[in-house]
């Protein structure tokens, strides 16, 4: 082993190269970003400062030679990376980039000689040594010799014999996947952020959620033990939204441990923390260790340089919270709204691109019931993990409690159908609208002839039980009434004109009579 943990094998001049091709263009960036990493660089100053590129092209910020000194200097690491003049320097010392990818390659191939030698340093002393992992050592070594030999590139393959099958761990059952990522959507105000509350609720008392049972009946299961919770929330209060919901929804609130932002080593407050921030969540997960981590909504914690529409630009972050989630065995939850087209299907109807709906294992929609408007369901729109679970109903109370109500036969698509046929309805209804104005455009007519031409010149079936045609009459304020033993529908008269004076007689010789079917008729 060298004495200052160093080799022979000095690569600081090519480096400089690398570095200053990084700070002058941002496709060359690019490319080297993906050819090397933090372990290539020989130089100390020159690890901090590729460390500094990476992280500003994590958050979709172009690295240049400003931002890169920036960072640097926020992250108090300017003195040990050079101090501004040498970055300005690196940046300085080539004209051109056409050379970057050789300079990376030299840089690459560098840092391999170097990890030889230093492999084949420790092979030999342990061998001094007698230690029974020299052969090993030795062997790996060897191996990495090889790769050298192959420019480094080989496809890591691992036979499926030798991995073994896991069953799926469930936070709630099949709902909430553990390790994964997962998706809660619906239109603004339907009750996501009421449902999320009393997950978190339920979570950290360690009650049963409901699933339903072969016989689609709602049933609660056994007691679990209380577990933490980690609540991201851009659109509501600590004090006046989410403490009194969780009150009503009976959490303990010594287990719910909201994300307001970030602490600079300085003291600096930075808000808000976003997603991007991977560190600093992971820090904040191994102390907390949650269960459940509830980002509401996503949209607003994606982070600087990241449209939700752009897949490309959506995967790098969902790759990495998935990451998170998979290594502290944690339920991380991402709350979105819908998007207006009815069109789609459901599983497309979330804001932002499909990618969001593919990374995530299960994802939950809420919707009203389009039975009982009173009611919400929570439907399952996808589950890769197992079977979807049938939907539930619920009601929020006038007191802002969230109640379970019982098992529902409506599906994600049969929630949000109520948009698709109110737009068909209105459609009818137009037409129907149109047909009564011109129909009653003379004067008033007999209902039972009104009534028949409708069913022939708008389809319907039977006029009198026609809730399109009733709505219809309804917004064109046509009156009912009765002279006689015969009903006459008519158009409303502007306020300024006065009833006809044979209107007026004929009223007088029979007195308006409304019977106990006029509501039928209306």
Same mark, same amino acid.
């Given at each position: 082993?060298? &004495?200052?943990?160093?080799?022979?094998?000095?690569?600081?001049?090519?480096?400089?190269?690398?570095?200053?091709?990084?700070?002058?263009?941002?496709?060359?960036?690019?490319?080297?970003?993906?050819?090397?990493?933090?372990?290539?660089?020989? !130089?100390?100053k020159h690890r901090l400062i590729f460390e500094a590129l990476q992280k500003l092209r994590a958050k979709g910020e172009v690295p240049d030679l400003l931002?890169?000194?920036?960072?640097?200097?926020?992250?108090?690491?300017?003195?040990?990376?050079?101090?501004?003049? $040498?970055?300005?320097?690196?940046?300085?010392?080539?004209?051109?980039?056409?050379?970057?990818?050789?300079?990376?390659? =030299?840089? @690459?191939?560098?840092?391999?000689?170097?990890?030889?030698?230093?492999?084949? +340093?420790?092979?030999? +002393?342990?061998?001094?040594?007698?230690?029974?992992?020299?052969? &090993?050592?030795?062997? #790996?070594?060897?191996?990495?010799?090889?790769?050298?030999?192959?420019?480094?590139?080989?496809?890591?393959?691992?036979?499926?014999?030798?991995? #073994?099958?896991?069953?799926?761990?469930?936070?709630?059952?099949? $709902?909430?996947?553990?390790? *994964?990522? +997962?998706?809660?959507?619906?239109?603004?105000?339907?009750?996501?952020?009421?449902?999320?509350? *009393? /997950?978190?609720?339920?979570?950290? &008392?360690?009650?049963?959620?409901?699933?339903?049972?072969?016989?689609? %009946?709602?049933?609660?299961?056994?007691?679990?033990?209380?577990?933490?919770? /980690?609540?991201?929330?851009?659109?509501?209060? @600590?004090?006046?939204? /989410?403490?009194?919901?969780?009150?009503?929804?009976?959490?303990?609130?010594?287990?719910?441990?909201?994300?307001?932002?970030?602490?600079?080593?300085?003291? =600096?407050? #930075?808000?808000?923390?976003?997603?991007? !921030?991977?560190?600093?969540?992971?820090?904040?997960?191994?102390?907390?260790?949650? +269960?459940?981590?509830?980002?509401?909504?996503?949209?607003?914690?994606?982070?600087?340089?990241?449209?939700?529409?752009?897949?490309?630009?959506?995967?790098?972050?969902?790759?990495?919270?998935?990451?998170?989630?998979?290594?502290?065995?944690?339920?991380?939850? /991402?709350?979105?709204?819908?998007? *207006?087209?009815?069109k789609d299907r459901s599983i497309y109807r979330g804001l932002g691109s499909i990618d969001l709906a593919a990374a995530a294992r299960s994802v939950l929609?809420?919707?009203?019931?389009?039975?009982?408007?009173?009611?919400?369901?929570?439907?399952?729109?996808?589950?890769?993990?197992?079977?979807?679970?049938?939907?539930?109903?619920?009601?929020?109370?006038?007191?802002?409690?969230?109640?379970?109500?019982?098992?529902?036969?409506?599906?994600?698509?049969?929630?949000?159908?109520?948009?698709?046929?109110?737009?068909?309805?209105?459609?009818?209804?137009?037409?129907?609208? #149109?047909?009564?104005? %011109?129909?009653?455009?003379?004067?008033?007519?007999?209902?039972?002839?009104?009534?028949?031409?409708?069913?022939?010149?708008?389809?319907?079936?039977?006029?009198?039980?026609?809730?399109?045609?009733?709505?219809?009459?309804?917004?064109?304020?046509?009156?009912? $009434?009765?002279?006689?033993?015969?009903?006459?529908?008519?158009?409303?008269?502007?306020? %300024?004109?006065?009833?006809?004076?044979e209107d007026r007689q004929e009223y007088q010789q029979e007195p308006l009579s409304v019977s106990g079917d006029i509501l039928d008729r209306l």
């Amino acid at each position: 082993m060298y &004495q200052d943990g160093k080799t022979p094998i000095d690569s600081a001049d090519v480096e400089k190269a690398a570095l200053g091709s990084m700070l002058i263009d941002r496709e060359a960036a690019d490319k080297l970003l993906a050819k090397l990493t933090v372990g290539d660089f020989y !130089d100390d100053k020159h690890r901090l400062i590729f460390e500094a590129l990476q992280k500003l092209r994590a958050k979709g910020e172009v690295p240049d030679l400003l931002t890169v000194t920036d960072a640097l200097r926020s992250s108090k690491s300017l003195t040990k990376a050079g101090g501004a003049a $040498y970055i300005s320097a690196l940046a300085n010392s080539v004209g051109t980039t056409t050379n970057a990818d050789v300079y990376a390659d =030299k840089v @690459l191939e560098c840092s391999r000689y170097r990890a030889i030698m230093m492999a084949a +340093a420790e092979c030999v +002393a342990a061998a001094k040594e007698m230690n029974p992992n020299a052969l &090993q050592r030795m062997e #790996e070594t060897v191996e990495l010799i090889r790769s050298i030999g192959q420019n480094g590139a080989r496809v890591c393959v691992t036979c499926l014999a030798d991995v #073994e099958a896991e069953e799926t761990s469930w936070l709630w059952k099949p $709902y909430l996947p553990l390790g *994964k990522l +997962a998706i809660l959507e619906g239109d603004p105000s339907i009750g996501k952020t009421f449902l999320a509350l *009393k /997950l978190t609720a339920a979570i950290s &008392q360690g009650w049963p959620l409901p699933t339903v049972n072969a016989q689609g %009946e709602l049933e609660i299961g056994e007691r679990g033990e209380p577990q933490n919770v /980690l609540y991201l929330s851009a659109e509501d209060g @600590l004090g006046d939204t /989410l403490k009194p919901r969780l009150i009503r929804a009976g959490a303990d609130d010594s287990r719910v441990f909201a994300v307001t932002g970030k602490r600079h080593p300085g003291g =600096k407050i #930075e808000v808000p923390i976003t997603l991007q !921030d991977i560190a600093e969540l992971d820090r904040t997960m191994s102390e907390y260790r949650p +269960a459940l981590m509830v980002v509401d909504p996503l949209q607003a914690y994606l982070g600087k340089g990241v449209d939700m529409n752009r897949a490309e630009q959506v995967r790098p972050v969902l790759a990495q919270v998935g990451a998170l989630a998979q290594k502290h065995f944690c339920t991380i939850l /991402l709350i979105r709204h819908l998007g *207006k087209s009815s069109k789609d299907r459901s599983i497309y109807r979330g804001l932002g691109s499909i990618d969001l709906a593919a990374a995530a294992r299960s994802v939950l929609l809420v919707g009203r019931d389009p039975d009982d408007a009173t009611k919400r369901i929570l439907a399952h729109n996808k589950s890769s993990l197992g079977p979807s679970g049938a939907s539930i109903s619920f009601a929020i109370t006038p007191e802002g409690a969230l109640e379970w109500v019982g098992a529902s036969h409506l599906t994600a698509a049969q929630v949000l159908a109520p948009d698709a046929v109110d737009t068909e309805e209105k459609g009818a209804r137009a037409e129907a609208k #149109e047909f009564l104005k %011109e129909a009653l455009a003379n004067g008033p007519r007999a209902a039972r002839e009104m009534e028949e031409e409708c069913e022939r010149a708008l389809g319907i079936e039977d006029a009198q039980k026609s809730s399109t045609l009733k709505r219809a009459k309804t917004e064109l304020n046509i009156r009912s $009434y009765r002279i006689g033993a015969a009903w006459y529908w008519e158009l409303p008269k502007p306020k %300024e004109q006065g009833i006809r004076q044979e209107d007026r007689q004929e009223y007088q010789q029979e007195p308006l009579s409304v019977s106990g079917d006029i509501l039928d008729r209306l």
